[in-house]
């Protein structure tokens, strides 16, 4: 099951551990409170946000899924390796459409339906007894209806799919059957995702719901970047501390894990740094936080800085024996920007922080 995040009124203990002064300061103004009604522009500003992040990933997602489908449908035994190298083309496409989609959903706040989706999707970090690649191999080695030995979430998510693609196993109609199953479950979760986001009124419908909800979702989104995305692999979390272990990088098989986390970062640009349209960086700056804001954007900045200056894959940075500095350096901004999130741009438009969940398995 999803795991549920536990809401405390903890806002007395942030602002005393901040001490923030100035325009991050919160003033004893009810900026955001309960009988707080939006106005028009503060209104246009949530649906700028739903539209150009929300909308536009969610349907990104379902497009590139729908995309992968149809290429699978035509691939042959023994298909070519330029088929082969297309298809693991088609995976990134989808792997960071979903990063997109996962590091803004707010649609868990919203729709009690959609609690449980994002684990049917995407299994990383879930399971201490999970072997997503095992199940895989055994439902391959079977001659019956693929569906029966495919049966776990698990077997059908992007997990699965980049094991399918990326793995060892010679391409046949087996391997046909068993990607077309996964594809056909993750365009049914992509559609309902993306369905919600359409039809959706409550998002921009009380500007403190969407406030909390979006906030909580940047600092649970940060957190997740920094422990289970670099730290857990590169040994600097505390879980793993001085056990640096690559294949704990999300996208090991495909290597993919560097374009995951710039992903997710530029995800956070597209919600909180300067754009074509208006957005909650916007918000937040208008209503109290311009320091803090300039001091996100400048650090999301720092942080995409530093991916790209990585010459090959993360996962070859980390060896049992040496973390690249470039590494270490990334978990230090991505701590950063989850300070800022979680410290000063909560105290500083008055919102409701969340317990983070320390572990996923």
Known sequence: MFKFFLKLYVLSLVLLLNNCTGDNAYNGSDLIGSDYAPTQ??????????TNVFVAHS?????????????????????????????????????????????????????????????????????????????????????????????????????????????????????????????????????HIADFYAQDTQFISNVEDASNSLVNVLVDSAFKLKEWRIGEPSGIAQKYKD???????????SQYSLEAIKTILLTHQEIMAVQTYSNFGDFASDNGASSVVTSIRDELANAISIVDSFDTPIEESVSSVTVDTKVKNLYNSIDTLQTLYFESLISSLNLTAEIIEADGD
């Open 243 to 253: 056990n640096p272990d690559a294949s704990r990088f999300e996208y090991e098989k």
């Open 41 to 50: 522009t503060q209104e246009d500003v949530l649906r700028s946000l739903q």
């Open 59 to 191: 349907k990104a997602f379902v497009s590139a899924l729908e995309e992968t489908s149809n290429h699978i449908v035509v691939l042959e035994d023994n298909a070519s390796t330029a088929s082969i190298t297309s298809l693991k083309s088609d995976f990134k496409k989808v792997m960071i459409e979903w990063k997109s989609v996962e590091a803004s959903y707010v649609a868990v706040d919203f729709n009690d339906d959609l609690i449980d989706t994002p684990q049917f999707i995407d299994y990383f970090h879930t399971g201490k007894n999970l072997d997503v690649s095992d199940d895989i191999i055994v439902a391959l080695a079977q001659s019956g209806n693929i569906a029966d030995y495919m049966y776990k979430n698990s077997s059908k998510s992007i997990t699965a799919l980049e094991y399918l693609i990326f793995g060892s196993d010679p391409f046949n109609t087996r391997k046909k059957e068993a990607l077309s199953l996964v594809i056909e479950n993750l365009i049914t979760h992509a559609k």
